[in-house]
């Protein structure tokens, strides 16, 4: 899978089932942020096309490969005049490995505030050749602080090299899927910067307003706690024109790492 468009390729099945289209053959681990976007996109394969999906709401179970196929199992919960609700299950090798919850809106006309401002960091010099992600060499990331001595980077650039237009509904996806990059327990103080092993448990998404990955959006992450072994972070995903296009928050397992 080389693109976005590839992770989020899904064969039907009948019933409201769906099983991906590609695989990731030389690897073995799987992305969180893959399972949420072809979650979503298979929930979005069951509602009018008039519908764009506002949030998300994910329970990682268990542990995946990218090897093997996963079937996604969607359960239509209500249609309503302007809103639907669904619910996916994705399976592999007869294990539940998420369970999601997604709520769909008919677009509206309304009152139009922000409260959150994108932060005063560098934007990505126009030269600069960024850097792939290493789950996906189409999602392209640039760290505006690369001396901040974190073991992971808790916010920063991200965009798609491959267009995606202004469909919602890939854009959407593509939100899911980098929502996942990053982690925002590493700029807490007193989180270890080495020897650590973190999960995910649980993964939320609000979409605001529509947007274009295709372009630089900004990640920033924030740590809130860490305690009992899970740890919990939130952050926001603005546009280069300061646009907020999604809000995120995600629980994870925290556990010293074992030799």
């Given at each position: 899978m080389t693109t976005i468009h590839d992770v989020v390729a899904l064969d039907e099945l009948g019933d409201d089932r769906f099983v991906t289209a590609n695989l990731v053959t030389n690897g073995?681990?799987?992305y969180g942020g893959q399972l949420l976007a072809q979650?979503?996109?298979?929930?979005?394969?069951t509602v009018e096309a008039d519908r764009?999906?506002?949030?998300?709401?994910?329970?990682?179970?268990?542990?995946g490969r990218s090897t093997e196929p996963i079937e996604f199992r969607?359960?239509?919960?209500?249609?309503?005049?302007?809103?639907s609700a669904r619910s996916v299950a994705a399976v592999q090798?007869?294990?539940?490995?998420?369970?999601m919850l997604v709520s769909f809106q008919v677009p509206e006309d309304g009152i139009e505030a922000q409260g959150d401002a994108l932060a005063d960091v560098p934007r990505p010099p126009a030269d600069y050749v960024p850097w792939p992600h290493p789950c996906s060499p189409d999602a392209q990331l640039w760290d505006p602080e690369p001396d901040a001595a974190l073991a992971h980077p808790s916010r920063g650039w991200c965009r798609?090299?491959?267009?995606?237009?202004?469909?919602?509904?890939?854009?959407?996806?593509?939100?899911?899927y980098m929502s996942d990059f990053f982690n925002g327990l590493v700029s807490m103080p007193g989180f270890p910067s080495t020897g650590v092993s973190v999960s995910s448990l649980d993964?939320?998404?609000?979409?605001?307003?529509?947007t274009n990955l295709h372009e630089w959006h900004f990640m920033d992450w924030h740590g809130h706690s860490v305690s009992s072994g899970r740890g919990h972070y939130s952050g926001t995903i603005h546009d280069a024109d300061g646009r907020?296009?999604?809000?995120?928050?995600?629980e994870a397992l925290v556990r010293v790492a074992q030799p």
């Open positions: 073995g681990f799987l979650a979503l996109m298979a929930a979005c394969r764009i999906p506002h949030s998300l709401h994910a329970y990682f179970i268990a542990g969607v359960t239509r919960d209500r249609d309503g005049r302007s809103y090798d007869g294990r539940v490995l998420l369970n798609f090299a491959t267009p995606l237009d202004d469909d919602p509904v890939i854009n959407a996806c593509a939100v899911a993964h939320a998404i609000w979409f605001y307003r529509p907020l296009v999604a809000g995120v928050s995600q």
